[in-house]
């Protein structure tokens, strides 16, 4: 398989075109909602029901009139996102706005030739790319929810394509612990310090995974993306978070 392939494949946008469509293929959302800003984890996927869709239903379960925007789109970082905040987030005048960014922004190329030896975007990068997005939103009066990722899990597949340094394909999270577990950590470092709420997504998914009695990669697709279960953690968790921020 060519590396141009294998990147179009993980984490590209294209890769995601026919299960991600972009945040304009329905109608605009009205002024005033909630917009669900980040990847292939947040953007629509098939007949999948995800976090945005189980959100927008329970917060109508408790009688709120707050619509759901999904902007989500496959194989973003936040150099993507930052790009697109205006036309697919603040153009829409939202009351709350939900980021979750940082798989692709920590994943490293090491399928390439020669092989990336650093992340796609740079922490110190990352980190400076959500503080103008945050900014920017609270500046449009809307306020902001982050969330960190879930964690990833290798698959027979990525371990082919990511199993070398600095990944460690002998260990069961070693595709997620050599760069994505620090961009989580950054990100938490990055709420308190802006005092801005955290869901914190990636913490949950072990007691979550033991109460439903499976396993972190029982709530995954593919090793990356939530599967059933693990969009229906993102809901649980957002739901309270997003009553609290509203009030």
């Known amino acids: 398989m060519k590396p141009t392939l294998v990147s179009f494949l993980l984490f590209s946008a294209a890769a995601f075109a026919a299960d991600s469509p972009t945040p304009?293929?329905?109608?605009?959302?009205?002024?005033?909602?909630i917009v669900m800003f980040g990847d292939s984890t947040t953007a629509p996927r098939?007949?999948?029901?995800?976090?945005?869709?189980?959100?927008?239903t329970a917060l109508q379960s408790i009688g709120s009139s707050l619509s759901v925007h999904n902007a989500g789109?496959?194989?973003n970082s936040t150099r993507d996102a930052l790009k697109r905040l205006q036309s697919d987030v603040l153009q829409y005048q939202p009351r709350l706005v939900v980021m979750q960014f940082g798989i692709n922004d920590s994943a490293v190329n090491v399928w390439q030739n020669p092989p990336a030896t650093a992340p796609r975007v740079p922490l110190a990068e990352y980190l400076a790319n959500l503080r103008r997005m945050i900014a920017a939103a609270q500046e449009a009066k809307a306020k902001v929810i982050l969330m960190t990722t879930n964690p990833l899990r290798w698959t027979p597949k990525l371990k082919e394509l990511y199993g070398k340094p600095p990944y460690n394909p002998a260990a069961e999270d070693g595709f997620d612990s050599a760069t994505l577990a620090g961009y989580n950590e950054a990100l938490r470092q990055l709420a308190a310090e802006l005092k801005v709420p955290l869901v914190d997504v990636r913490a949950a998914y072990p007691?979550?995974?033991?109460?439903?009695?499976?396993?972190?990669?029982?709530?995954?697709?593919?090793?990356?993306?939530?599967?059933d279960l693990g969009q229906q953690l993102v809901a649980e968790l957002l739901v309270p978070a997003i009553r609290d921020a509203v009030r």
Do not use: C, W
């Open 24 to 33: 304009h293929a329905k109608a605009p959302p009205k002024p005033g909602g």
């Open 46 to 56: 098939g007949s999948l029901k995800v976090y945005a869709t189980r959100v927008e």
């Open 73 to 75: 789109i496959g194989g």
């Open 207 to 227: 007691e979550f995974a033991a109460k439903h009695q499976t396993t972190i990669d029982g709530m995954l697709l593919d090793g990356m993306h939530p599967n």
